[in-house]
């Protein structure tokens, strides 16, 4: 498995959690997070260099985090203020390879 996300759950609207993507293979691509909604096409969330530069979707910016720690080749997501809307399964993706993690699913309660 190149890609393995974990993290998602359900919480309510105001809430926060915190997506975890482990990672094998090379640290030197990018790091990115997407999600799916039902009956939407997958959207760019957020993307992490490997220097560090981040990259935000407008409708997270100020409350989702993307970091990654290279030494243990995990990504991250930490996901705050919720909204409903946030409720889709995420992804990570290495850039510019086809390496995509299974998704897990995060639900916000309103």
């Known amino acids: 498995v190149q890609l393995q996300a974990s993290g998602g759950g359900l919480v309510q609207a105001g809430g926060s959690l915190r997506l975890s993507c482990a990672a094998s293979?090379?640290?030197?691509?990018?790091m990115a997070w997407f999600r799916q909604a039902p009956g939407k096409e997958r959207e760019f969330v957020a993307a992490a260099s490997r220097g560090g530069n981040t990259y935000y979707a407008d409708s997270v910016k100020g409350r989702f985090t993307i970091s990654r720690d290279n030494t243990v080749n995990t990504a991250y997501l930490e996901m705050n203020s919720l909204k409903p809307e946030d409720t889709a399964v995420y992804y990570c993706?290495?850039?510019?390879?086809?390496?995509w993690g299974q998704g897990t699913q995060v639900t916000v309660s309103s």
């Open positions: 293979g090379s640290t030197f691509y990018a």
């Open positions: 993706h290495r850039e510019s390879t086809s390496d």
